[in-house]
């Protein structure tokens, strides 16, 4: 099958995620999505595989988290001679703001399976921090994970990892939420 665009993304997460949204929009036949291993990765896309892409007919997408400021990730990836190859770039969460993937997670929880954990996530930082051993709270990146492991299914009772997450389960997800219209236009576009 002969794809409309190749989308290089960060890792096995957001590849989970995109396959999940792009399936959702029905989009899964025209668009395939390569994990790389961190943003740092995008400077080993091969020159070669972009070329054939582009003899192909097939557009060359990166998507990565913004992380700490745009203007910060934009001095990254300009630094890789493969990004300006790239027929487009999308930063996430919205191509403007701080974040990361797990912020996009955060914001299309669905509120009532997410209000419920998020009580119980509450109290189990206020446990953490009230410790005289001095423990750090946890990681801002740690409660959407703990929410994909409380609501995702399990194999021999164990959680087995982000690519098992179900993105388009409407009862904890919303993949209609409107703070995913920046990306969805983006892909829409391509």
């Avoid at 665009?5 to 899964?28: H, P, T």
């Avoid at 400077?43 to 192909?56: L, S, W």
């Avoid at 009230?130 to 709270?137: N, V």
Wanted: negative net charge; glycine residues 4%.
């Amino acid at each position: 099958m002969v794809f409309k665009a190749e989308i290089f993304v960060e890792g096995k997460s957001d590849k989970k995620f995109l396959d999940d949204y792009l399936a959702f929009l029905n989009l899964s036949d025209v668009m395939k999505v390569s994990p790389l291993k961190g943003k740092g990765e995008v400077k080993n896309i091969a020159e070669t595989r972009i070329e054939e892409n582009n003899r192909k007919g097939i557009k060359n997408i990166t998507i990565v988290d913004t992380d700490l400021s745009k203007e910060s990730t934009w001095e990254e990836l300009n630094k890789y001679s493969v990004i300006q190859k790239m027929d487009a770039v999308f930063l996430i969460p919205n191509d403007k703001d701080p974040g990361a993937l797990e912020t996009i997670l955060e914001n299309i929880a669905k509120p009532g399976s997410f209000t419920d954990f998020e009580s119980c996530w509450n109290s189990y930082v206020s446990c953490v921090e009230s410790q005289p051993a001095g423990f750090r709270g946890p990681f801002a990146k740690s409660k959407i994970y703990a929410y994909m492991e409380a609501v995702s299914p399990l194999e021999n009772k164990k959680f087995t990892g982000v690519d098992k997450v179900d993105f388009q389960d409407s009862n904890h997800w919303d993949l209609n939420a409107d703070y995913l219209n920046p990306l969805k236009e983006f892909i829409q576009k391509i």
